[in-house]
């Protein structure tokens, strides 16, 4: 296995530390750019982190509100695209933190 073709983890951020996170392994990993991305560090989103998005869609896991946010709190970042062509239960993986983010039973997180 190459260099480029090693699995990726998500990276040690100084500023993803500061804030409560769950380090997510994908079922099904996300190729990018020759890697291989295994695992996706979600941070707790702030209240700008938000902006824009209802939050009764997030709460009920509307894949549209998922898409939109999750590019805000995810390391290294998974984008829209990334999100839409991922298999549905690496989305529902992401949407039960982010659900357990919002309505404060999030006992898997990480300080």
Known sequence: MSTAEQPTSAPTNPV?????????????????????????????????????????????????????????????MITEKEIWAMDGDGLVQMAVEVVSFLSGTDSTLQE
Do not use: C, D, F
């Open 16 to 76: 993803a530390k500061a804030r409560k996170s769950v380090t997510i392994t994908l079922l099904e990993p996300l190729q990018r750019q020759g890697q291989t991305i295994t695992t996706v560090q979600l941070l707790k989103p702030r209240v700008g982190e938000l902006r824009g998005i209802a939050l009764n869609e997030l709460l009920t896991s509307k894949p549209e509100a998922l898409v939109n946010l999750l590019p805000r709190i995810t390391q290294p």
